[in-house]
């Protein structure tokens, strides 16, 4: 069983930058893929960033050019640097280990991320 914490959320104003971490316990963590996403109040969860195994990475046009995805596949560790924050970036963020084959896919409990002065 893998189990995935996320850590890093918090209160910061407008334009400012958090870094969040996700450790992943367990041994398959560096020969899959990780991705964050964030479900706002009221709206549907989607997808922020993704990173692949290899180290190929994707992000939702909405965070291009403000955040940044990487992995320490020493660490077990996904990270999500996110700069240049709006109030719209408010929501809670969720890690996600997964693979293109569908036979893995585990969630973090969350981490909220709140964008306000």
């Known amino acids: 069983q893998v189990q995935l914490v996320e850590s890093g959320g918090g209160l910061v104003q407008p334009g400012g930058s958090l870094r969040l971490s996700c450790a992943a316990s367990?041994?398959?963590?560096?020969?899959?893929?990780m991705g964050w996403y964030r479900q706002a109040p009221g709206k549907q969860r989607e997808s922020v960033a993704s990173?692949?195994?290899?180290?190929?990475?994707n992000y939702a046009d909405s965070v291009k050019g403000r955040f940044t995805i990487s992995r320490d596949n020493a660490k077990n560790t996904v990270y999500l640097q996110m700069s240049s924050l709006k109030p719209e970036d408010t929501a809670v963020y969720y890690c996600?280990?997964?693979?293109?084959?569908?036979?893995?896919?585990?969630w973090g409990q969350g981490t909220q991320v709140t964008v306000s002065s």
């Open positions: 996600n280990l997964f693979s293109f084959r569908g036979n893995v896919n585990y």
């Open positions: 367990g041994s398959i963590f560096s020969r899959n893929n």
């Open positions: 990173i692949s195994s290899s180290g190929n990475t």
